[in-house]
């Protein structure tokens, strides 16, 4: 399994001090080279797990960009952040008798009873972001599971609260104990702060479903119980971070100004404008969102012909507002790599 494990600092500035990661102006696509080319005339179904996370949507993006390349024609259903509309979604793909099908950011084990029907009917699957293991023979008949390493981003989003806040660091973690993933990704954040000396203040586990009506008067209730001793605010995703602004400037804390949100996952627009303009978060630990999309298309066809999975493993970006000033106005982390042209050649396209 071809992995990267150290942090790609493409077009995005400073990284987290001490974690000797390379300063890069450009990679090569690090991705696989070689492959089977395009199977003809196939049609796929996304079921993307909530349109409204920016994470998922990037990656259906890069689906549907990667796919007219291909020569396939997708369709995508949202299951609109709930587990019945995921499980719906799903049975409305079956009825559709696709040639393969992308899960798009959901925890498999959510819905192994439906997907034991997938399985069943032989549907080649990959996915994005379903469960904690990472890369070929996921669990639930997964052809490829694509992510970053959880891990890695969870420790580096960790490392950055640390550094930045010198002593006397307080961490409030949000999570969501409905994903694996996510729980996994919240641990290795408060691991890390304490190993380090910070102090974790609270673990907070709430639905990222349920983020818009929630995160007001969580935010509310957390800086009225712990005041100036919380320095940071630390997320398994950005979206949390899309509803806390307001709580804030309402207790009249600046957009710059304590506690500093920090993300472990994925980069979404929103993020990158709210990083850009210093308003309630601080930075991002950005996922190659469009990058993942191809990789998806590509894992599916080398599915559906009995290939094998390709194995790699893309690397996170540390978005900062000082790297986000050399980028013009791109609020999205697309490497400066060839990826496009390498998935093209493989295909024969």
Known sequence: MKKRTFLSTILV?????????????????????????????????????????GGILGVTNGV????????????????????????????????????????NGFDAVEQQAALEGVVAADIPMVAWHSGPKIGCDAPGGIFANVSTDAMTVSE??????????GDNVGV???????????????????????????TVLEYVDTPIADTSSRMGPLTTSLLQKYG?????????????????????ASAGIPGDGAPLAGSAGDGSEAAFQRIRGAQYQAITVAEPLNLQGWQLVD???????????????????????????????????????????????????
């Open 156 to 165: 580096v989003a960790a490392k950055w609260a640390m550094e930045d806040g």
């Open 228 to 248: 100036a001793s919380w320095t940071h605010a630390l997320a398994i995703n950005d979206l949390y971070f899309d509803f806390m602004g307001p709580a804030l």
């Open 299 to 349: 894992e599916l066809n080398r599915a559906v012909q009995g290939e094998p999975c390709s194995g790699y493993i893309t690397s996170p970006a540390l978005v900062t507002q000082e790297g986000l000033a050399k980028m013009g106005d791109s609020n999205q982390f697309d490497p400066d790599s060839p990826y496009r042209a390498a998935y093209t050649a493989i295909w024969g396209k």
């Open 64 to 103: 549907e960009e990667a796919a007219k390349v291909i020569g396939w024609d997708v369709r995508v259903l949202d299951g609109g952040g709930s587990i019945q509309g995921r499980t719906a979604a799903i049975g409305q793909a079956m009825a559709l008798k696709p040639d393969g099908i992308i899960i």
């Open 13 to 53: 500035g400073s990284v987290v001090a001490g974690l000797g990661v390379p300063a890069l102006a450009e990679v090569p696509f690090d991705g696989p080279s070689a492959g089977p080319t395009a199977a003809e005339g196939k049609s796929i179904v996304v079921l993307a797990g909530d349109l409204k996370n």
């Open 172 to 198: 409030v973690i949000f999570t969501d104990s409905t994903y694996q993933i996510a729980i996994d990704k919240a641990d290795r954040i408060k691991e890390t702060i304490e190993a380090m000396g910070g």
